[in-house]
């Protein structure tokens, strides 16, 4: 996958299952560069220490919800890249969560094909910049 290799990651879910499938699909795509958090609280930190070119973020968490971490985030980096990801949220959930600057949602379980569709346009459109 051309570009793969420069980008960097960061999975932010509270489930570790979650996070190691997202890693290893992502690693199969070439992605070498990628970190973890398990709550919104630590997603802003390492989004400021990492500045991460995409972030996979979960919309249930304890703590901090995925829609509060994505404000957060996009209120400190407006150009922020942020895909929600989805198994309880409500459809509402995730249509306010795009309304306020998520780039696209993807359902859980996560399915290999739909993240690498979405991962490819995130590289097209960085390679384009």
């Known amino acids: 996958m051309p570009g793969a290799t420069e980008l960097k990651v960061l999975i932010v879910d509270d489930s570790i299952i979650a996070r190691q ?11 070498d560069n990628v970190q973890e958090a398990l709550n919104g609280a630590e997603a802003i930190e390492k989004y400021k220490e990492f500045s991460p070119d995409l972030v996979f973020l979960d919309i249930i968490m304890p703590d901090m919800p995925g829609d509060k971490t ?36 993807i359902m859980k379980p996560i399915e290999k094909e739909r993240i690498v569709e979405i991962f490819n346009k995130i590289i097209e459109a960085k390679e384009a910049d």
């Open 21 to 31: 499938m997202l890693r290893k699909i992502l690693e199969d795509e070439g992605v």
């Open 70 to 105: 994505l404000e957060e985030i996009i209120s400190f980096d407006k150009d922020a890249r942020i895909i929600m990801l989805s198994s309880l949220g409500t459809k509402e959930k995730v249509l306010e969560c795009l309304k306020k600057g998520a780039e696209n949602f």
